[in-house]
């Protein structure tokens, strides 16, 4: 069965800090991987992978995917109080349909 | 808005009764997927339709539940005679083509079953 794991499950930060989250797959016909920020309405798109060791980033906010290990980290330096949000890894297989298999999201908080 | 659009944001029912949750793809996109999260848990997929097909529901309780997108107007989620269990938030997301093209997410339906 197809699976996708974060870790740490929730973090609470200072202003400033950098934080790391932490997503491993297990999936067959690995397509890419998502990564999403859900506040209180729609998760809202941040990164998509599909090549292992190339860097994504955006702002203060990178991801990168290493697909021999089958895991992914997004990176947020300098964080601030509007990070505070679950971050969604999910993985698409290839097949017949494009569904996302979600992990159950890492909880942030950034302290002012 | 060019976004997802989904209604109505919020939901409620009671039991036994039927709920159609609404969802019109950003403007462009021909991919629809719905997903439910349940209170505490992650995003679970329910079903994957292009315009008049279903393509995959391999995520849909067997019974009760049915999705359509037909050649005009938005796709329909829609839950029959429905249970405690069902309470939920409903996500609807949609992309341009299906397989390595992000899917953009709606605000969700929050269903609440009395």
């Known amino acids: 069965e197809d699976k996708v794991v974060q870790s740490p499950l929730s973090l609470v930060v200072h202003e400033g800090d950098t934080v790391t989250l932490n997503c491993s797959y297990e999936?067959?016909?690995?397509?890419?991987l998502l990564w999403y920020k859900q506040e209180k309405k729609a998760p809202t798109f941040l990164f998509m992978l599909?090549?292992?060791?190339i860097e994504k980033k955006s702002g203060r906010l990178s991801s990168i995917l290493d697909k021999k290990e089958l895991f992914s980290i997004l990176n947020i330096t300098a964080t601030q109080t509007g990070d505070s949000a679950v971050y969604l890894c999910?993985?698409?297989?290839?097949?017949?349909?494009?569904?996302?298999?979600f992990g159950a999201g890492t909880i942030l908080r950034v302290k002012s | 808005n060019a976004g997802v659009m989904q209604n109505p944001r919020h939901l409620v029912r009671r039991r036994g009764q039927e709920a159609r949750l609404r969802c019109s793809p950003m403007?462009?996109?021909?991919?629809v997927y719905w997903y439910r999260q349940l209170p505490e848990e992650g995003l679970k997929f329910m079903v994957y339709?292009?315009?008049?097909?279903?393509?995959?529901e391999s995520g849909m309780p067997k019974e009760r539940f049915s999705a359509e997108f037909p050649k005009e107007g938005p796709s329909i989620l829609r839950i029959q005679q429905v249970v405690r269990g069902d309470s939920a938030a409903y996500f609807c997301?949609?992309?341009?083509?299906?397989?390595?093209?992000?899917?953009?997410f709606g605000d969700g339906t929050r269903l609440s079953i009395l």
């Open positions: 997301a949609s992309s341009w083509t299906g397989g390595n093209q992000p899917q953009h």
């Open positions: 999936v067959t016909n690995f397509r890419s």
């Open positions: 599909t090549s292992s060791g």
């Open positions: 999910a993985v698409e297989a290839s097949g017949y349909g494009n569904k996302l298999v």
């Open positions: 403007k462009g996109h021909s991919h």
């Open positions: 339709l292009q315009k008049e097909n279903i393509i995959d």
